[in-house]
């Protein structure tokens, strides 16, 4: 059984920081790509940021230079740290691990941009 738990969330003014981590617990023998989607009140979800094994990083146009995702492999954990934040950054953020070819998500957290 693996369980992912996210922390960080919260509520932060406009132009503010926060810094979201996702730990995985479990019976984990391989994790390959890891990262974080969200989804905003009436829309889809959308991709924020992806990292592989290999370390290499995509992020969505959105998000780009405000964005930074990292792993700590000896963790089983992967952060997402989100600089400049706008109110349109609002929404529930999932972390996801592809471990064994299967892919787990985390419970969601809230991130609320507003003054």
């Known amino acids: 059984q693996v369980k992912l738990v996210e922390s960080g969330g919260g509520l932060v003014q406009p132009g503010g920081s926060l810094r979201l981590s996702c730990a995985a617990f479990?019976?984990?023998?391989?994790?390959?790509?890891m990262g974080w989607y969200r989804q905003a009140p009436g829309k889809e979800r959308e991709l924020v940021a992806t990292?592989?094994?290999?370390?290499?990083?995509n992020y969505a146009d959105s998000v780009k230079g405000r964005f930074t995702i990292s792993r700590d492999n000896a963790k089983n954990t992967v952060y997402l740290q989100m600089n400049s934040l706008k109110p349109e950054d609002t929404a529930v953020y999932y972390c996801?691990?592809?471990?064994?070819?299967?892919?787990?998500w985390g419970q969601g957290t809230q991130v609320t941009v507003s003054s």
């Open positions: 990292i592989t094994g290999g370390t290499s990083t």
């Open positions: 479990g019976s984990i023998f391989s994790i390959n790509n």
């Open positions: 996801y691990f592809d471990i064994s070819s299967r892919r787990r």
